[in-house]
């Protein structure tokens, strides 16, 4: 019979498994063997110890981000307030230039009739005054030569 076979009958048979430990570790070298291996596999109080020291120190890092954590949400929504405020007066001053907008719209086509206006004006003017112009000239021609 193989040593393979030998194993696997073992692992099938929970009963002789337990009564070849028992054995075993009635032999004094073999149970020193299992103890050394399985001490290599156990944690000592200087392991946990240490593990603990690391945890406390994760657990202190962990604080200290969260608090930074924290104040970066204070500024982040400090900084959306002020933007949310930039935001609405970004807008009044958009309505603002829309108003002015309009207003010089007006204007300009107050402007354009006043211009058509002044030349209307000034056109009435010529038109009324050149005959009366054109009577002094000769008048006063006429007060020259006699």
Do not use: C, W, Y
């Not at 200087?46 to 962990?62: A, H, Q, T």
């Not at 929504?77 to 002020?82: A, F, P, Q, S, W």
């Not at 009366?132 to 006699?146: D, E, Q, S, T, W």
Request: hydrophobic share 50%; charged share 30%.
């Amino acid at each position: 019979m193989s040593a393979d076979r030998i194993v696997e009958l073992f692992e099938e048979d929970v009963g002789a498994r337990k009564r070849l430990a028992e054995l075993l570790v009635g032999v004094p070298d073999v149970r020193l063997a299992i103890i050394n291996a399985v001490l290599r596999d156990v944690a000592t109080k200087s392991d946990i110890d240490k593990l603990n020291f690391r945890l406390n120190g994760l657990e202190d890092r962990l604080g200290r981000l969260e608090e930074r954590i924290a104040r970066l949400e204070g500024r982040i929504n400090g900084l959306e307030d002020r933007i949310s405020g930039l935001e609405n007066r970004i807008d009044g001053l958009e309505r603002r230039i829309d108003a002015l907008e309009g207003r010089i719209g007006n204007l300009e086509r107050h402007v354009a009739r006043l211009d058509g206006q002044v030349g209307l004006l000034v056109k009435v003017f010529i038109a009324f005054n050149l005959p009366m112009l054109l009577a002094l000239i000769g008048i006063l021609l006429k007060m020259i030569f006699m």
